[in-house]
């Protein structure tokens, strides 16, 4: 099963629409890191071949939900785990837990955990992207929001100047919700996940959030097949990458990621 996925996400990554002009960062999963493309280790072949960023996922996946939550699973190797992306030239890393319904403790529950686990990473010269998505389907959506700013708030207030992260958040219901998140000297990067929104509709609601921009993987791939002719296949990812490219610009991103070494 992983020599499939490997074989897709290298089609995907070798591309020649798939560049560092539109895409600034690609985000591994441990199996894609410790493989190579076109003979390189995948992140060296990311950064050298194409001038985009790579980036790691480090969590185990999901509890089950308690409190209107689920919390990531432990992630006891994480030190091991980091020392290993370091090691390959990863710039960064990316962990996911979701929020279903406005309870504030367990919202509160996620965003210390995020931090926590932010905090080791940070630790061993890594940028963290924190990922508390908040459910589409969620009727509490917009509520569920509003809460899970204001505890990412009070935490940004904890770290260290030195200490930099990113978020990578639902597409909110009330326009520029983030916007405070995306002035913030401690935040180099808001990036928004499509989160089960199609990618038209992705964009739309992405265009209209002042300083965030994409990090759509369901919406980047939707309609690639393996059985697509090579300049198919192109054509479609071109296309795919041009529409997320032009909806990240017109939210007026104005902070440089920092370079990557």
């Not at 020649?16 to 999963?29: M, N, Q, V, Y």
């Not at 401690?186 to 992405?206: D, I, K, M, P, T």
């Amino acid at each position: 099963m992983y020599d499939q996925i490997h074989k897709m996400r290298t089609r995907i990554v070798t591309s020649p629409k798939f560049r560092g002009d539109r895409i600034l960062g690609a985000i591994l999963f441990e199996d894609t890191m410790k493989r190579e493309v076109e003979g390189a280790p995948t992140a060296e072949y990311l950064w050298k071949e194409k001038g985009v960023v790579p980036f790691f996922k480090v969590d185990k996946g999901l509890e089950a939900e308690k409190d209107g939550v689920q919390l990531m699973k432990p992630i006891p190797n994480l030190d091991a785990m980091c020392d290993a992306a370091v090691a390959c030239g990863v710039f960064g890393t990316k962990m996911r837990s979701v929020v279903h319904s406005a309870d504030l403790s367990g919202i509160k529950q996620i965003v210390e955990q995020q931090f926590e686990f932010g905090k080791q990473i940070m630790a061993k010269g890594l940028i963290p992207i924190l990922e508390p998505e908040v459910n589409i389907k969620s009727p509490e959506k917009a509520e569920c929001e509003a809460m899970l700013r204001a505890e990412l708030m009070e935490n940004l207030k904890l770290l260290r100047n030195d200490q930099k992260l990113m978020f990578k958040l639902t597409l909110p219901d009330v326009d520029d919700l983030y916007e405070n998140l995306v002035a913030h000297p401690n935040v180099v990067r808001v990036v928004a996940l499509s989160g089960g929104y199609s990618r038209a509709e992705a964009n739309a609601l992405l265009a209209r959030q002042h300083g965030v921009i994409a990090s759509f993987s369901r919406a980047l791939t939707e309609g690639l097949r393996d059985d697509l002719t090579p300049d198919a296949f192109d054509a479609m990812l071109d296309a795919s990458i041009q529409e997320i490219f032009v909806a990240s610009k017109a939210s007026g991103v104005t902070k440089e990621l920092h370079s990557h070494e």
